[in-house]
């Protein structure tokens, strides 16, 4: 665009000085040399297009200035944005931190369950989903919480959650699932106001949770929306859950959850977990991962140890995903008798 209004400029220029000679030859030439004069008609046209061109010239100046200063505050605002957006990952990272304080110590977790592995990947630097551990008069109590959503509003939730659970064992002690989840409960729609008319916030969480007795080797279970897996002597078991959640107005739950007795033997296993596994998409096919291709891998690694089952689990799920984003938070909790 620059080279052609240039030549136009250029070649009006010349037409002008061209046109000037041809007059000044006229009226003080001497008469021998002959010099073509353009005539006025010619004159005015290439005065036309000298204008033209110098008008052209004003506009394309003005906008290049204002792209300009257009340009400069753009790259203001996005500083600023940048400015914000680390300012604002830099209090998600800090938060991430204190959510990692949840989590119960890996060294207190080993003398207690030697023969375990707790798999944890956020889909986002904070994580809706939380595991929870705690020795209780010769009891272990172990819980799986799936929080509503992921990120930061999952993250404020696995906090209100940790907080019911811990106030219904100082309620209730290390005693029956069920009376646990109906305690946790009610402090979760405490906290959130959900009964209070007119408040619409209906979040809530998921919670598979176990007390596990080691003398006797019992697990008392109770699950309101999460399943407990069992392998005994090597063949798969599900414990189904009450479809139900904790935390959220449902009308028409009455009860709380279920509690199931199970008795394990030395060398069993049993698993909780959230669905973000099971629904994560992969594979040739872009398919989800389901809960059944899980449980197959799981019935595969039975002879390992939970240590190369953890390892088996992460390299499996890695190659899954390959090429796809990750959904949801994953969890999963393994336990070995």
């Known amino acids: 665009m620059k080279r052609f209004l240039f030549s136009i400029f250029a070649f009006s220029i010349t037409s002008q000085l061209f046109a000037g000679a041809g007059f000044l030859n006229t009226m003080f030439g001497d008469g021998d040399q002959q010099f073509i004069c353009f005539s006025r008609i010619h004159r005015n046209y290439d005065l036309a297009i000298f204008a033209a061109v110098i008008a052209l010239s004003i506009i394309s100046y003005s906008r290049f200035r204002i792209k300009k200063k257009a340009a400069k505050k753009l790259q203001e605002h996005l500083g600023i944005i940048e400015d914000q957006n680390k300012s604002m990952l830099d209090s998600i990272r800090y938060a991430s931190r204190m959510q990692d304080a949840l989590k119960p110590e890996e060294s207190e977790v080993k003398k207690v369950l030697s023969e375990s592995f707790f798999y944890l990947k956020p889909r986002d630097i904070v994580s809706g989903d939380f595991y929870f551990v705690d020795a209780c008069k010769g009891k272990i109590i172990i819980a799986a919480i799936d929080c509503t959503g992921h990120g930061v509003p999952g993250a404020f939730l696995t906090f209100i959650g ?176």
Request: overall charge negative; glycine content about 10%; proline content about 3%.
């Open 162 to 337: 940790h907080s019911a659970l811990r106030k219904a064992i100082e309620m209730n002690g290390p005693q029956n699932p069920s009376q646990l989840l109906d305690i946790m409960n009610k402090e979760v729609k405490n906290t959130l106001g959900q009964q209070r008319s007119g408040n619409e916030l209906n979040d809530g969480m998921e919670v598979g949770l176990c007390v596990y007795d080691p003398a006797t080797k019992k697990i008392e279970f109770a699950g309101a929306g999460t399943p407990l897996s069992v392998f005994r002597n090597g063949l798969y078991e599900e414990i189904k859950a009450t479809k139900c959640t904790i935390g959220s107005v449902q009308t028409h739950i009455t009860e709380p959850p279920q509690t199931h007795l199970i008795q394990l033997s030395s060398g069993d296993s049993f698993y909780l977990g959230s669905d973000g596994i099971a629904d994560q998409f992969g594979g040739s096919e872009g398919k989800k991962f389901r809960r059944e291709q899980l449980r197959k891998i799981l019935a595969e690694m039975q002879q390992l140890s939970m240590q190369e089952q953890l390892k088996k689990l992460e390299g499996t799920l890695e190659m899954w995903m390959k090429g796809f984003e990750q959904t949801d938070d994953m969890m999963l909790i393994g336990v070995r008798v």
